[in-house]
């Protein structure tokens, strides 16, 4: 630490206009420097003074890291007319530069900062032209003054950067004033860190604006949890301990919020209590527009039943197959309404039931489109059904975000632009969220068929809200549940047995079975070792299928069999480190070429790419989500691109600087399989948290295989899980809103 150079910026290499990150070559006359860092004030032909340290990149070669930079605006004529001719200004170059150099001579200095309008006397220079160098150059030197005002209060100069962006001259009575407005305005500035902030600044810590904005950012962690709303006294709970004690009159701080119409209060009667709710103001209307939503969808037709019984044996002896009562309860009511729920475990009939509804619709000449909420998903029903599914976000024609720094997505399909298909049937319901419901459920008119089928025994959605269960809740939809296992299906022992945990019923770990079995396992090492034997050796061989096919499925992050530790084992075995693959080291560990990597948060902005022959692009698209997963297929290190190959042929770049999007998968999480599934899946079960220990989570986990599930360890944890049926319990009221409404508007009744 404590190195410095200073010289010219010669070129700028790289930068990434969000956060500034920038490679840039300097000249400090007697050589040239690579220097790399958070530069965004940074522009071709200034002169620099930069504090930092050398170092040296494994494929670059030395380089300077810039901690700390000062821009110089030289002051003698040569020097000034070599800034100006550089490119810095924009539209000066080396000609106009000597011009304006020749013209004011010593005087331009003070000539471009005080009395910009006079550079129209020099040839070539009109009075907007004047005006617009002279702004550039009062910007420049506004975002150089702010970023040494932010640097006091301990602001990195990517963060910086983006307050800049955000506020311009106005950061300065926000930092004073009430810093807590960074983590309601800007993209990844969160309480904690606005916290910091505000402390430095001098706030008190029983400030007005840091108690709103804790309640606040309490929702907001709560709606990371899943949760729609939380009661006022967990409320209360979770913010008193995040502001750090007890917090004095709580209620005048939710009235101030719900004036503002940030949170809306509501007293529901649970239990023969009254309780009150309290919702950010987009999860509430949101849950209640789907409410409302769902209920005006909710339509009978006036179809003749013995007219669709006849067409339903018609499709039974064309296509060869012979549906059970409640499959055709269930053609029969997707015939006869406008929305209709579809649910039932493995092995159940669900894709049976699914292809005649298509092939009875397809009889009426309607258009129909299919579509899951993952790739994956929609891959599976693709094959299950023989008809081209889509993604959800596709479905809608995702464009991207509303706003910069907002998470409020847009698709081209809306209320104002609907889908136009007469029949949209959604599977693997459990994982859609209440905002993605939300959005799908703007892009269809009443008069759509609507059918969504899911497993409501699975673990419910990644993103809030508790959607498919919520609706068999109400009672007000009409609901099939396919029950009977099929004779084909009662082969396999996954199928079998997932149905007797989910009926907590006791299952044969004798490894007798063909696709289902149980090593019992008491030593950490030794269940590491046999988990990677079994994905490195066994289960490609015996399932017939690629190493990278074969899904590690842990209850846990954390400990000697979570993710992280399992990951960092299989790399190390099953992608070893070579001369012939490019790594690139992040905070989250090492990624290598042919590394399986998930993507592990929603990016609406980040752009995907199917390219053809020789590279070329032949579909873009935006969006890439969480739980998507691939393979990375190169890493550049001159230009800082990482990049994945994902199902569906679509490639995805990456920064650098975006790789804390996403992490190694060779182990997932269940919650990250939902939606998924893989020949064969190994679930290591020691030391399972107690709350993780429920019957859901191993339903899910075991669900997630196709031809051969192994568990491996505790045979008391896994005895434990399916003796608990606790399930995860999420704060949402769609169901009562649900209820509401369709009394209100008379449509009651399910079934």
């Given at each position: 630490m404590g190195e410095k150079i200073e010289g010219y910026v010669e070129h700028i290499i790289y930068r990434n206009q969000e956060n500034g990150y920038t490679?840039?070559?300097v000249s400090t006359g007697a050589d040239e420097v690579t220097c790399v860092g958070n530069l965004q004030e940074v522009s071709e032909g200034e002169y620099i003074e930069a504090d930092g340290e050398y170092g040296v990149h494994p494929t670059y070669g030395p380089q300077f890291h810039a901690i700390s930079v000062h821009v110089r605006i030289p002051q003698d004529a040569a020097a000034l007319e070599r800034y100006l001719g550089s490119g810095a200004i924009k539209g000066v170059g080396a000609a106009l530069a000597a011009r304006i150099m020749k013209h004011f001579g010593e005087d331009t200095l003070r000539i471009m900062e005080e009395e910009p309008e006079r550079l129209a006397e020099v040839k070539g220079i009109s009075e907007r032209k004047a005006r617009e160098i002279g702004e550039q150059v009062e910007e420049k030197s506004q975002m150089r003054n702010a970023m040494i005002f932010l640097s006091q209060y301990g602001v990195s100069l990517a963060l910086g950067v983006k307050i800049y962006n955000q506020y311009q001259d106005n950061l300065y009575n926000v930092l004073r004033e009430n810093p807590y407005r960074l983590a309601d305005d800007i993209a990844g500035v969160g309480f904690r860190i606005a916290d910091e902030i505000a402390a430095k600044v001098g706030i008190r810590p029983d400030s007005e604006f840091?108690?709103?904005?804790?309640?606040?950012?309490?929702?907001?962690?709560?709606?990371?949890e899943?949760?729609?709303?939380l009661p006022e006294s967990v409320l209360m709970r979770r913010a008193g301990e995040l502001l750090g004690g007890e917090v004095d009159q709580m209620e005048k701080y939710l009235m101030d919020l719900s004036i503002a119409g940030k949170i809306v209060v509501r007293e529901e009667e649970q239990n023969g209590e009254t309780v009150r709710l309290i919702y950010t103001s987009q999860a509430y209307f949101t849950e209640l527009n789907t409410a409302r939503m769902l209920t005006d969808l909710n339509i009978e037709t006036n179809e003749n039943e013995a007219e669709i019984e006849k067409r339903i044996r018609r499709i039974e002896k064309e296509d060869g197959i012979e549906l059970d009562a409640l499959q055709v309860d269930a053609v029969k009511a997707a015939a006869r309404h406008g929305l209709f729920v579809l649910t039932g475990g493995p092995g159940t009939g669900k894709t049976t039931t699914i292809n005649t509804m298509i092939r009875y619709f397809e009889m009426e000449k309607m258009s129909i489109a299919l579509a899951a909420p993952t790739g994956r998903a929609a891959k599976r029903m693709t094959e299950a059904t023989g008809y081209e599914a889509s993604t959800i976000h596709r479905l809608l024609e995702l464009s991207g975000v509303m706003d910069e720094g907002s998470s409020d997505v847009r698709f081209e399909r809306n209320a104002d632009n609907p889908l136009e298909q007469d029949v949209i049937i959604?599977?693997?319901?459990?994982?859609v969220d209440v905002y993605l419901m939300h959005s799908l459920l703007q892009a269809i008119v009443p008069g759509t068929r609507l059918i969504l089928v899911g497993d409501r025994n699975q673990l419910p959605s990644v993103g809030p809200g508790s959607v498919l269960r919520d609706m068999i809740r109400s009672e007000v939809f009409p609901v099939v549940k396919l029950t009977t296992i099929f004779r084909q299906a009662q082969q396999s022992d996954i199928v079998v047995n997932a149905h007797r945990i989910h009926a907590g019923l006791p299952v044969k770990t004798d490894n007798k079975s063909r696709d289902f079995f149980f090593l019992k396992r008491d030593d950490i090492r030794v269940i590491q070792r046999v988990v990677l034997a079994l994905v490195q050796e066994k289960m490609p061989k015996y399932v017939d299928a690629k190493i990278q096919d074969i899904q590690v499925l842990t209850p846990t992050r954390k400990g000697a069999l979570g993710v992280e530790s399992l990951n960092t084992i299989l790399q190390t075995y099953l992608n070893p480190a070579s001369p012939d693959k490019e790594e690139q080291e992040t905070p989250r560990g090492i990624f290598r070429v042919g590394d399986k990597v998930m993507q592990i948060r929603n990016d609406y902005q980040l752009e995907w790419e199917?390219?053809?022959?020789h590279g070329i692009t032949a579909q873009r698209g935006l969006g890439v989500f969480n739980g998507d997963m691939g393979i990375v297929k190169s890493i550049d290190h001159m230009q800082e691109i990482l990049t994945v190959d994902y199902d569906e042929g679509k490639t995805v770049d990456y920064?650098?600087?975006?790789?804390?999007?996403?992490?190694?998968?060779?182990?997932?999480?269940v919650h990250k399989a939902q939606g998924s599934e893989y020949p064969a899946v190994v679930?290591?079960?020691?030391?399972?948290?107690?709350?993780?220990?429920?019957?859901n989570l191993l339903y899910t986990a075991v669900t997630r295989a196709k031809k051969c599930v192994v568990l491996v360890g505790d045979h008391e944890v896994f005895q434990e899980m399916i003796d608990n049926q606790t399930e995860e319990n999420r704060y949402t009221t769609l169901a009562q809103r649900i209820r509401e409404i369709a009394a209100e508007s008379g449509r009651e009744g399910g079934l």
């Amino acid at each position: 630490m404590g190195e410095k150079i200073e010289g010219y910026v010669e070129h700028i290499i790289y930068r990434n206009q969000e956060n500034g990150y920038t490679v840039m070559t300097v000249s400090t006359g007697a050589d040239e420097v690579t220097c790399v860092g958070n530069l965004q004030e940074v522009s071709e032909g200034e002169y620099i003074e930069a504090d930092g340290e050398y170092g040296v990149h494994p494929t670059y070669g030395p380089q300077f890291h810039a901690i700390s930079v000062h821009v110089r605006i030289p002051q003698d004529a040569a020097a000034l007319e070599r800034y100006l001719g550089s490119g810095a200004i924009k539209g000066v170059g080396a000609a106009l530069a000597a011009r304006i150099m020749k013209h004011f001579g010593e005087d331009t200095l003070r000539i471009m900062e005080e009395e910009p309008e006079r550079l129209a006397e020099v040839k070539g220079i009109s009075e907007r032209k004047a005006r617009e160098i002279g702004e550039q150059v009062e910007e420049k030197s506004q975002m150089r003054n702010a970023m040494i005002f932010l640097s006091q209060y301990g602001v990195s100069l990517a963060l910086g950067v983006k307050i800049y962006n955000q506020y311009q001259d106005n950061l300065y009575n926000v930092l004073r004033e009430n810093p807590y407005r960074l983590a309601d305005d800007i993209a990844g500035v969160g309480f904690r860190i606005a916290d910091e902030i505000a402390a430095k600044v001098g706030i008190r810590p029983d400030s007005e604006f840091r108690i709103r904005s804790g309640l606040f950012y309490t929702l907001g962690q709560a709606a990371a949890e899943g949760h729609l709303c939380l009661p006022e006294s967990v409320l209360m709970r979770r913010a008193g301990e995040l502001l750090g004690g007890e917090v004095d009159q709580m209620e005048k701080y939710l009235m101030d919020l719900s004036i503002a119409g940030k949170i809306v209060v509501r007293e529901e009667e649970q239990n023969g209590e009254t309780v009150r709710l309290i919702y950010t103001s987009q999860a509430y209307f949101t849950e209640l527009n789907t409410a409302r939503m769902l209920t005006d969808l909710n339509i009978e037709t006036n179809e003749n039943e013995a007219e669709i019984e006849k067409r339903i044996r018609r499709i039974e002896k064309e296509d060869g197959i012979e549906l059970d009562a409640l499959q055709v309860d269930a053609v029969k009511a997707a015939a006869r309404h406008g929305l209709f729920v579809l649910t039932g475990g493995p092995g159940t009939g669900k894709t049976t039931t699914i292809n005649t509804m298509i092939r009875y619709f397809e009889m009426e000449k309607m258009s129909i489109a299919l579509a899951a909420p993952t790739g994956r998903a929609a891959k599976r029903m693709t094959e299950a059904t023989g008809y081209e599914a889509s993604t959800i976000h596709r479905l809608l024609e995702l464009s991207g975000v509303m706003d910069e720094g907002s998470s409020d997505v847009r698709f081209e399909r809306n209320a104002d632009n609907p889908l136009e298909q007469d029949v949209i049937i959604i599977d693997e319901m459990s994982m859609v969220d209440v905002y993605l419901m939300h959005s799908l459920l703007q892009a269809i008119v009443p008069g759509t068929r609507l059918i969504l089928v899911g497993d409501r025994n699975q673990l419910p959605s990644v993103g809030p809200g508790s959607v498919l269960r919520d609706m068999i809740r109400s009672e007000v939809f009409p609901v099939v549940k396919l029950t009977t296992i099929f004779r084909q299906a009662q082969q396999s022992d996954i199928v079998v047995n997932a149905h007797r945990i989910h009926a907590g019923l006791p299952v044969k770990t004798d490894n007798k079975s063909r696709d289902f079995f149980f090593l019992k396992r008491d030593d950490i090492r030794v269940i590491q070792r046999v988990v990677l034997a079994l994905v490195q050796e066994k289960m490609p061989k015996y399932v017939d299928a690629k190493i990278q096919d074969i899904q590690v499925l842990t209850p846990t992050r954390k400990g000697a069999l979570g993710v992280e530790s399992l990951n960092t084992i299989l790399q190390t075995y099953l992608n070893p480190a070579s001369p012939d693959k490019e790594e690139q080291e992040t905070p989250r560990g090492i990624f290598r070429v042919g590394d399986k990597v998930m993507q592990i948060r929603n990016d609406y902005q980040l752009e995907w790419e199917v390219r053809g022959k020789h590279g070329i692009t032949a579909q873009r698209g935006l969006g890439v989500f969480n739980g998507d997963m691939g393979i990375v297929k190169s890493i550049d290190h001159m230009q800082e691109i990482l990049t994945v190959d994902y199902d569906e042929g679509k490639t995805v770049d990456y920064t650098f600087k975006q790789l804390d999007e996403l992490e190694l998968a060779y182990a997932t999480t269940v919650h990250k399989a939902q939606g998924s599934e893989y020949p064969a899946v190994v679930i290591p079960l020691l030391g399972v948290p107690h709350m993780l220990r429920t019957r859901n989570l191993l339903y899910t986990a075991v669900t997630r295989a196709k031809k051969c599930v192994v568990l491996v360890g505790d045979h008391e944890v896994f005895q434990e899980m399916i003796d608990n049926q606790t399930e995860e319990n999420r704060y949402t009221t769609l169901a009562q809103r649900i209820r509401e409404i369709a009394a209100e508007s008379g449509r009651e009744g399910g079934l």
